[in-house]
């Protein structure tokens, strides 16, 4: 008898330990002090260290300590003016609107593709290789005010960046 409750409580633990393992990361907004952690003062972006402003960085970490993270950069002067605006990390693999995006660092710019849509394109931060294009749309939703940059946490795997008013849909891969 005693032999069989202590079968059962390993086999108990044992079935905890794994859904523990298997059950998908909490994400939740990083503070401050994670997101100097993680993201430069200067963007590393192809040959160029690029200024960052560290007041519109806004990002999201995982129970495991994985960062998504972006922040606006100060472009004037560099020769990423006009191509791209952003500083973007992601240390888990996404998908942004169709466009699968292995963890790294990224740059993105966009454009205006219509009044409500604006095209946003993504390149590899150390080469400036495009990547890829998503869309993003304007939020319908009242009082998400206009934002330069602000990564929302996924739930159920998926949620949205807010750049100025439109929402770039994405979901975490992994």
């Known amino acids: 008898m005693r032999n069989a409750k202590l079968l059962a409580a390993v086999a108990a633990l044992t079935l905890a330990a794994v ?9 939740r ?3 401050p002090d994670e997101l100097r952690r993680v993201i430069p003062a200067r963007a590393p972006v192809v040959k160029e260290n690029i200024e960052t402003e560290a007041r519109t960085a806004s990002g999201v970490v995982d129970g495991r300590g994985r960062f ?6 100060i472009t004037a002067g560099y ?4 191509k791209y605006s952003h500083f973007f990390l992601t240390q888990v693999p996404l ?7 292995p963890a790294g660092e990224y740059v993105f710019g966009y454009t205006r593709a219509s009044d409500d849509t604006i095209r946003v394109s993504f390149y590899r931060a150390a080469t400036g290789e495009h990547v890829g294009d ?4 304007r939020s319908t939703r009242k009082g998400t005010g206009v934002r ?8 159920g795997g ?3 960046i807010q750049i100025g008013r439109f929402l770039l849909e994405y979901r975490v891969t992994d």
């Open 19 to 27: 859904s523990a393992a298997a059950a998908p990361a909490r994400w």
């Open 29 to 31: 907004a990083a503070t």
């Open 68 to 73: 998504i993270a972006g922040v606006v950069m």
């Open 79 to 82: 020769s990423a003016e006009g």
């Open 158 to 160: 998926r949620a949205n």
């Open 95 to 101: 998908r942004v609107g169709d466009l699968e995006l």
């Open 134 to 137: 998503a869309e993003a749309r």
């Open 148 to 155: 330069s940059l602000l990564v929302n946490p996924p739930a």
